[in-house]
């Protein structure tokens, strides 16, 4: 099992570069689970599927719950059971808004290693975060094998990304590496900039992402980033990307 975990400054494009990694990895293998980690949950519609049910939802439900239950741990593997969405070439996981009052230790302790249990079944898991990755620094998700941070040329953008770098090495998250993919790349300028960041912050730089209308195009109108079509420069090289972490493309 590999996991792919994307994150990133919100509006940084993280969600439709996530979705195009589900789309192209799973044209190779039925055993991808996509799950959406961020609690914004843009991943559905950027894949153009709808989900009923999310592990937030399981989770609040156990805490009312789980003074009448026997076998708790059965009781919220089940439950865990019925929110793993399955679509025809993926799988999808949301994992919902964040808990409300209350002590979620024991809950969160027993999603760990149902959670561990049930993504050992896929080839890939493709983790669409958000920018503190939260999941995996309360480690209810494994480990990352590859964690690619997504930026724009903003200030904001590129400090988050610098605290993102910081924070999977504090989390000593064991991943192989950490990318960097500048996003909405225009002109000679933008390069140098990302180019320089990656330089300065050690980053290896994966891919520029160029500026792409249609991208903007099927955001505004509410339709899927998987529907852009394959002669976008965007969709090729984000396909390049899936490539490099799967090494189907040497």
Partial sequence: MVVIAVT?????????VAALLVRYISEKTSKVLAVDADPDSNL????GVEVERTLGDVRELFQVSRDSLHDKSSWLEGKIFETIHEFE???LLVMGRPEGEGCYCFVNNLLRGILKKFMRHYDYVIVDCEAGLEH???KTIESADYIIVVTDTSRKGL????KIKELAKELELNFREIFLVGNKVAGDEAKRVIKDF??????????LLPYDERVVELDLKGEPIVNLPETSE???RVRFIAEVLTGWGE
């Fill in 8 to 16: 990133g400054k919100g509006g940084t494009g993280k969600t439709a």
């Fill in 44 to 47: 559905p519609d950027a894949l």
């Fill in 89 to 91: 070439n993926f799988d």
């Fill in 136 to 138: 995996f620094s309360r």
């Fill in 159 to 162: 400090k988050t990304a610098r």
């Fill in 198 to 207: 990656a330089k300065k912050e050690n980053f290896v730089l994966l891919e």
């Fill in 234 to 236: 965007f969709a090729r």
